[in-house]
């Protein structure tokens, strides 16, 4: 069975650095592209950036280019989406995927993080 | 940016009858759709992907179609666990994907 374990709630202020982890099993974890999105309180999804754990081949949303670092270590199997100073329009949940061979598809998703950022 | 618009925002059904969402692209993108179930306080769950295809283990009352701008996803006969919100979500150009705004379906 394949699931996605991810690591739990934060409440952070801004100016503060974080890093969450989304840890794998029951499959090769270097095999498959591994995303995140984050869903803002109340709102709909977004994809934020994808890894392939096999090279670190790494990919990011225009829109969050710079704003994110995503990273992998596969002698783990885990994924890491980090902030290195976070801001209050940070906050929602963040949520881990594997993805599809055919695209940008989560097929199996992490239950999610919830990031609170707040003076 | 290929803009997703999902309607209607609710759609209110009784148990038993049909409920049929709909999602269009701002320019086409072929078959390159899914479907996504969202309960309260839970991840998305994968639907439908390539606009019709059903995921293994998922209901049948369950079915997707449409292609280039205009799909729907079509739930034959509304059980309690199919009160959700819905996204569709296009995966044209590797790695972008974007996502509706979502459907809720509740309870009439």
């Known amino acids: 069975e394949v699931r996605l374990v991810q690591s739990g709630t934060e409440i952070k202020q801004p100016g503060d650095s974080l890093k969450i982890s989304c840890k794998a099993s029951g499959y090769t974890f270097d095999t498959y592209w591994i995303a995140w999105a984050r869903q803002m309180p109340g709102k709909g999804l977004e994809w934020m950036g994808v890894i392939y754990p096999g090279d670190s081949d790494t990919r990011y949303s225009p829109s969050l280019q710079g704003q994110v670092t995503i990273s992998a270590d596969k002698s783990i199997s885990t994924a890491y989406l980090q902030w290195n100073s976070l801001q209050a329009s940070d906050s929602g949940i963040y949520y881990c995927?594997?993805?599809?061979?055919?695209?940008?598809?989560?097929?199996?998703w992490g239950q999610g993080t919830l990031v609170t950022v707040s003076p | 940016e290929i803009v997703m618009t999902q309607y209607p925002a609710t759609l209110s059904v009784s148990p038993g009858e049909r409920a049929t969402l709909s999602c269009r692209a701002s320019?086409?993108?072929?078959?390159?759709l899914v479907w996504y179930q969202q309960r309260p306080g839970q991840a998305p769950r994968l639907l439908i992907y390539g606009a019709s295809t059903r995921v293994t283990g998922i209901p049948a009352r369950f079915s997707g179609s449409g292609s280039g701008t205009d799909f729907t996803l079509t739930i034959s006969s509304l059980q309690s666990e199919d009160y959700a919100v819905y996204y569709c979500?296009?995966?044209?150009?590797?790695?972008?994907?974007?996502f509706g705004q979502g459907t809720k379906v509740d309870i009439k």
């Open positions: 995927a594997r993805l599809l061979v055919q695209g940008i598809i989560g097929d199996s």
């Open positions: 979500q296009q995966y044209k150009n590797w790695p972008i994907g974007t």
């Open positions: 320019q086409s993108i072929g078959n390159s």
